[in-house]
């Protein structure tokens, strides 16, 4: 399909400035336009593609003051990253979703199917099942028996959710993603250890995205929550019984043990690690890598391992790549020190 | 189903304080207790909520002395943890079991299968796969040509062993985990690398425990070998010719590389890596994060990266992030010597 | 099968010293070495194992000098190592090949397949999606609409390979990998998030590897590229936009963030962290748990997080573990200059 740029402009409610007859049928990145594609300039650090990049228009913001002449037509808009975003999602939309149920697929008895869902070929829908309308099932994914799924999620390809666990509305659960395997607990017994039931389940609240192969676990009893619009990335591991706060991101490769809680709108760098049983206040941020040992209060910005204030931190690091000029200044003041001493 | 306080005690050869005929129908944590549900107190931390849970019946040590009046029944026993444990487990295995083959399975020419299997839709079993007695294998497994599964053993959805591996008795390994995927293996070769075949396999020993989408590569020749008791958490990596020792319990996002040898009785918390080609002695111990680059003594306790001893390390990390006020003594030290020296 | 030594000899163009026609029929490490077996010697921190092997035959390279008596047929081959690689590759091509396509599989429309394929059980073929010649696509596979896969690649069990993603030939991918689940793309919104909609793919160009439950991000417009060569081990993240160049190896759990170009001919040790929007330049080594945060020239050895020059980096780490002692100097430093000042 494709676009004139004065009909793009008019669906953002953005300013054509150049050729608005243009035609582009595809978007591409501003440092690899190409001719027919629509790109876009946000970020000032890109600004040097726009007057050699060969996409055809470009979205800009309003404010936008070019110091050369731009090759290309330009849309200005207010934001032009969240009129990407728009751009992006209004394409996404117009790929064929796919529909119906494919066969073969297992679907037990007493499952409760809402409207007009997708289940894939291999896919596995266990005993009492309920399944809100316009759901998403890839193929081979495993819905445990007693499992709930609320309206409008997407479960990709794979996806396995043990028994009774709850997913809520809007979701999406990428590739490969297991809710609700045992909590990690064994008790001591004698030389070796015995197996502690894990009976609870999962709880994923509406509008959390949770991205590829990462583990949630269920409790050991009652729920392992995560709250609403809560994004979590690929590899991701989620202990049993832990509670994470509406809104929170955490990157990839992130660990949170047992029992703790971390609170709401907090972000987390990649391969960050928590130990179990704390408290992770709300709006605390943790840089990648962070290893978390103590509670950690509102709006903490973190780093290092064991953990503490970023900027102090940083700091310390500072000091510890000077370590053997300090060290050398030490050695000196000894010997200054032992001058002193042989002159008095 | 619903139990009465003095059954559950007479089970638990435990003794009634309270009501011994009040009814529970399930359990809870004491935290969060809801009536008709059994909680338990074991660790003191949690001792103020016994005055005000909701929970009708609490397991108690033997020795509990309460400060106030407690609203519910106590039944004291003698430990009240591995009780809460056993009424786990028996709740577990109240849940109905699977058992019978789903259809479709594939199952292959020459499967050797023991006595009342699961075996889950869309599993597929390979050619001369021998499979123990009261084995469960969930739909959407992968168990590859030659493969050997022991008694009692429970195989989640989506796990993938590939071919000749041997898992042993009583173990169980949950969902998305793959055993016997080729080490990493590469042998330079002009600009790229040469892949080196990896012939051998992977061995799991007896009531061996492993986590969701954990990895245990097969060996370049012989086994990697994974002994009796282990316990590996999620996202776990075992390299091609590691052997784990017995009982030891590696939490989540650990990797071990090639051919390291790790002993018995050992603790790893999460995101611990060990570099290949090490011996880790028995009841080694290594903080969260930990980063092994040498062999590690019997019993060690250790953390930081590159690790050493846990004590001292956490001495020099108390120093690292006092080196700003270091660095000002040091400076302060050097204009005092100046103005010795003026003076001289 | 069996095979005489000097058989052996001649394929691996060697010369045998000792009884040429002593019979093998299995490889072994020569530490575990048992008769009938053939053993390699390239390490000489194995050299000890030599002498009480009971292997019956070793590889050895030509210089091999022994210092006692050997108790088994040696080969002299220039190149120990290369030698055992070309028998593994023997050994496992002997191995019977998977053919044909077992049923069910799900084969949508206009699906285009090579010749002499082999797809699994509970493979899912998507629509419009072109299969190479030679392709092997274990069980329980998932290949998305439209995807592409060259000649001689293995997709092993379980691998989800989402829409419009890219394979090159002579590709090996491992159990439960997800190639082409979205990028992590939000923008905020008020108190929450709204999805960056990706519409990019992954491009695998030829002779890529890539080990179990790793995940390849979708770019958000463009590709994440990961170039010929690469070899990539289990539970490795590569977020959205990434490119990783030529031959590049990445050990098990490393981490790149979004839009980070990795150059040529780049080692990453295990758990390696890279954050986002950089440019690690060709030839970078980085040793396990580094963590980058800036940009990296060429050719640079890198440790700690964040990370610098490793061998600057031990100097620093040394001393971090001197840190008491230092602290001690220094008190013992201002003593004296106490001393010194109320001698004055």
């Given at each position: 399909m494709e676009f004139k740029a004065k009909d793009i402009a008019a669906l953002l409610q953005g300013v054509v400035e150049g050729d608005g007859e243009v035609l582009v049928n595809n978007v591409s990145k501003i440092e690899e336009g190409k001719p027919h594609t629509l790109a876009f300039l946000a970020n000032p650090k890109y600004e040097q593609y726009i007057y050699t990049t060969e996409a055809s228009v470009v979205l800009v913001n309003h404010d936008f003051l070019p110091s050369q002449i731009v090759p290309c037509t330009l849309i200005r808009v207010p934001s032009a990253y969240e009129a990407i975003a728009v751009l992006l999602r209004m394409y996404e939309n117009m790929r064929p979703q796919p529909c119906g149920i494919e066969q073969p697929a297992y679907i037990a008895d007493g499952v409760e199917m809402g409207e007009a869902p997708y289940i894939g070929a291999f896919a596995y829908i266990g005993k009492g099942v309920k399944i809100g309308n316009h759901v998403k099932i890839y193929p081979q994914a495993y819905i445990g028996d007693g499992v709930t799924i609320g309206d409008h999620t997407t479960i990709y390809a794979g996806v396995k959710i043990y028994h009774g666990c709850v997913i809520g509305s809007d979701c999406t659960i990428h590739a490969g993603t297991v809710i609700g395997?045992?909590?990690?607990g064994f008790a001591p017994s004698g030389e070796g250890y015995n197996k502690v039931a894990q009976i609870g389940n999962v709880v994923l609240e509406d509008q959390v995205e949770i991205g590829a192969n990462a583990c949630i676990d269920r409790a050991t009893m009652g729920s392992t929550r995560i709250k609403k619009g809560v994004k979590l990335d690929n590899l991701v591991q989620i202990a049993h019984n832990v509670v994470v706060g509406e809104n929170t991101v955490m990157a990839a490769q992130c660990g949170v043990a047992g029992t703790t809680k971390v609170g709401a709108h907090c972000m987390f760098g990649g391969q960050v690690g928590i130990a179990g049983h704390l408290k992770i206040e709300d709006k605390t941020m943790l840089a990648a890598q962070t290893g978390v040992t103590n509670n950690v209060a509102e709006g903490s910005v973190f780093m290092g391992a064991p953990a503490f204030d970023a900027s102090k931190y940083r700091k310390c690091y500072v000091l510890f790549r000077k370590l053997p000029e300090l060290y050398g200044q030490l050695r000196d003041l000894e010997k200054e020190i032992q001058t002193l001493k042989s002159k008095q």
């Open positions: 395997a045992d909590g990690f």
